[in-house]
């Protein structure tokens, strides 16, 4: 079962949550939205009967523009601030001049968006 939990939350969550705020700033950003369309309409992607809609890997890596538009959002609004992490064993952790022993078994909290 956790592994199952796991995978909602690493697959499902993280992908509903990233398209529900690409959707969000497209229709905050009118702009955007019409060169994301311009670009899937140079691909034929736009107005495309779905029988004959190429999602192919090869089509996906030619869309440049949302591209930046999906990696923009997932900078702005990463579904996944933190990581979190158990120290196994005692060890030292040195930043520059600054340094200090993390515990055996202590809990650690790193915020992506510091890093
Ligand atoms: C926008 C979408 C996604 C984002 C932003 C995202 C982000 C991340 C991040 C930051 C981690 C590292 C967590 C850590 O080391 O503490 C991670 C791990 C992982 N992700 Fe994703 N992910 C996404 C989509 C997916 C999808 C679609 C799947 C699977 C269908 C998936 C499966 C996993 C798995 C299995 C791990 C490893 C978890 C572990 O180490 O215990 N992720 N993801």
Do not use: W
């Not at 999602?55 to 601030?81: A, D």
Request: a negative charge; glycine letters at 6%; aromatic letters at 12%.
């Amino acid at each position: 079962m956790d592994a199952v939990q796991e995978l909602f939350f690493t697959g499902h969550d993280t992908s509903a949550s990233s398209m529900t705020n690409i959707l969000m700033f497209l229709g905050r950003h009118p702009e955007v939205l019409q060169r994301v369309r311009e670009e899937l309409d140079s691909e034929g992607l736009l107005d495309c009967p779905d029988e004959e809609l190429d999602m192919s890997l090869n089509k996906i890596c030619k869309l440049k523009y949302v591209y930046s538009v999906v990696r923009e959002v997932l900078r702005v609004t990463s579904p996944v601030g933190a990581g979190y992490r158990k120290a196994l064993r005692t060890f030292e952790v040195g930043v520059s001049k600054i340094s200090f022993f993390l515990p055996h078994f202590s809990l650690t909290l790193h915020f992506l968006y510091y890093m």
